[in-house]
């Protein structure tokens, strides 16, 4: 059996540069072509990049590809995850996978009846931070895991990204683009949600928008921008959800995991790494000194400073679970459960009362420092 897949990437907007530049840090994996409805935008990738730019027909059928890369937009998610599948290609999708539990229910039962493996991000809970956090609650520091807080809040995207409508149309907004992030990392503590409510809104019906080249122009809102959540966990936890782009500032941490024993403070799940901080049953917090994990190890300058970004490595652990037979981490049934925990809570934010959910999933096998070195073409 071949050591390494072929990839193929379809859509050549700004999170291609993120997969073209960090894929190659993987074993397991290797680069072949890109294509964008755009041509002009997959040659400029190409060439960037050093791969082929091809028509997405092209790619579709070429032989030495194995696995697709869906970068396109979150509308399109499904139709091009299901184009792939029935070309015998391997999936593995930018989050949101798909905008219903139903469509990724279609592509499991797809890709289950032709042998293919779909995966999708994030895989940032791979992360140094994250997976020291999972080694803490695993070994019992915090006891029995009672309650939790998360919260990612700001004031929207409209003034950094060249193109933000899709994020205030149905399929974004912050739950959708925000909390798969923070979703994974819960699941990956706490495991599956059993069900969730929700109060939703919109603080203004358009969006001014201020980053260039289109300085000046208007977008409708036609999704919730501040979503608060409950959710409570099949394990009995129950934790609050905050997502908003209505918030100009605020003093919340990113994630707080609270048990019988002690508290834990992650990072934000956003990124691989950043600090982790413990307090036990005398309330004295302090940190966790970091251990060697490769994927903690801060690799990329960032307005707030270097951080730690090892993106694509939920694609590589896919592409060697299919080489190797074993389960993937980012695997179907979580990016699926992750999926339907974030429709039920919009649901719930029209509807009112709780959403139980249909589906489920186990904890992603944790990542240990040797196990993350494993992944990677030459580990430190």
Known sequence: MSTELGIGIIGCGNISTTYLGFAPLFRGIKLIACADLNPAAAKARAEEYGVEAQSVEALLANPAIDVIINLTVPAAHFEVAKAALEAGKHVYSEKPFVLSAEDGKALRELAQAKGLSVGSSPDTFLGGAHQQARALIDEGRLGTITAGTAHVMSHGMEHWHPNPDFFFKPGGGP?????????????????????????????TPTRRITSEPRNGETIDVETPTNIHALLEFARGATVTLSTSWDVWAHRHGPMEIYGTEGSLFL?????????????????????????AHPFGKPNQEHPHGMVANYRAAGLADMALSVIEGREARCSIDRALHGIEIMTAILRSGEEGGFVEMTTTCTRAPALD???ARALLRKPD
């Open 175 to 203: 739950m959708l683009d925000l909390g798969p992030y923070y979703l994974a990392n819960l699941i990956n503590l706490i495991g599956p949600v059993k069900r969730v409510a929700a109060l939703t809104s919109t603080a």
């Open 267 to 291: 990072p934000d799940p956003n990124f691989f790494g950043g600090p982790v901080e413990i307090a036990g049953r005398d309330g004295k917090i302090a940190p966790v000194e970091p251990w």
């Open 369 to 371: 420092p040797e196990g």
